[in-house]
T-cell receptor, first 112, second 115 residues
Framework: GQQVMQIPQYQHVQEGEDFTTYCNSS?????IQWYKQRPGGHPVFLIQ?????EVKKQKRLTFQFGEAKKNSSLHITATQTTDVGTYFC????????????FGTGTRLKVLA | DGGITQSPKYLFRKEGQNVTLSCEQN?????MYWYRQDPGQGLRLIYY???????QKGDIAEGYSVSREKKESFPLTVTSAQKNPTAFYLC??????????????FGEGSRLTVL
């Protein structure tokens, strides 16, 4: 079945450093979404990418969708303590557009 | 306030008992989902429903059952057949677009512990 892997699994950074998480799907995705889950909380939607090679920015966050639409990345510039949490990518399964599969997640810790 | 309400927030059950987790949304969304999250793990899809009176199995449906008799409600029953039910259960809904489900809105989750 479809697999969506993220690396790294964990990342500790010093406040002010940059952070990147990578998402790789075993199948081509029609779109990809990113979510953030704060410790003890629930996932919250960040963004959706649809087009091959698409790049979108939200303040310090930059999202990229690969040319082959099988990978994506999230880059945070100058991390802050408020960035702490787990970042997930998610995409539709080949067996169903509404069957949304989440990646394994990257847990980010920011040291002040 | 529009949103998704899950109840109960915490639930304890003895082995061999069925339990039902409630999920209600007033966002008028067509699609609803149930995910399971284990400590330090990602979200795994249990069941999803694209429209009322219809639902599909996700990757880990064994030992679970759902119903979708009303648009706003998607209860999940964890049966005694589920071998390792202790987990954090997340319900979500999405509006549906021409290209797919759109943004998923999550409830605050239900934490189930089997004693």
């Amino acid at each position: 079945g479809q697999q969506v892997m993220q690396i790294p699994q964990y990342q500790h950074v010093q406040e002010g450093e940059d952070f990147t998480t990578y998402c790789n799907s075993s199948t081509t995705l029609s779109n990809i979404q990113w979510y953030k889950q704060r410790p003890g909380g629930h996932p919250v939607f960040l963004i959706q990418l649809v087009k091959s090679g698409e790049v979108k920015k939200q303040k310090r966050l930059t999202f990229q969708f690969g040319e082959a639409k099988k990978n994506s990345s999230l880059h945070i510039t100058a991390t802050q303590t408020t960035d702490v949490g787990t970042y997930f990518c998610a995409g539709p399964s080949p067996s169903g557009t509404y069957k949304y599969i989440f990646g394994t997640g990257t847990r980010l810790k920011v040291l002040a | 306030d529009g949103g998704i309400t899950q109840s109960p927030k915490y639930l304890f059950r003895k082995e061999g008992q069925n339990v039902t987790l409630s999920c209600e949304q007033n966002l008028n969304h067509d699609a609803m989902y149930w995910y399971r999250q284990d400590p330090g793990q990602g979200l795994r899809l249990i069941y999803y429903s694209q429209i009322v009176n219809d639902f599909q199995k996700g990757d880990i449906a064994e030992g679970y059952s759902v119903s979708r008799e009303k648009k706003e409600s998607f209860p999940l029953t964890v049966t005694s057949a589920q071998k390792n039910p202790t987990a954090f259960y997340l319900c979500a809904s999405s509006p549906g677009t021409g290209r797919g489900p759109g943004e998923l809105f999550f409830g605050e989750g239900s934490r189930l512990t089997v004693l």
